[in-house]
């Protein structure tokens, strides 16, 4: 469920992402082309106990959160100019 498994003496961040397990799938592509490891938390628990509030949580090592951070937030090229 992950690129990679992190290692576990490192501490892991959450990863603030939209709600709902597209964007969750959008953001795992793209740590994964990054080869940055990941955790997917709560991604079945919605399915196996309907009318949760659960959505898919998305873990990286402590080391890894900013550079996750900023490949999530930065805005898409601007394809118009060519």
Do not use: C, Y
């Amino acid at each position: 469920m992950s690129s990679g498994v992190p290692h576990a003496s490192n501490f892991m961040k959450q990863l603030h992402t939209p709600a709902g397990s597209a964007a969750v799938g959008l953001a795992r592509s793209v740590l994964a082309s990054a080869d940055i490891p990941f955790e997917v938390r709560n991604e079945f628990l919605s399915q196996a106990i309907p009318s949760t509030p659960f959505d898919p949580e998305l873990w990286v090592n402590d080391e890894d959160f900013d550079e996750a951070t900023r490949l999530l937030v930065m805005p898409p090229p601007d394809l118009s100019a060519h």
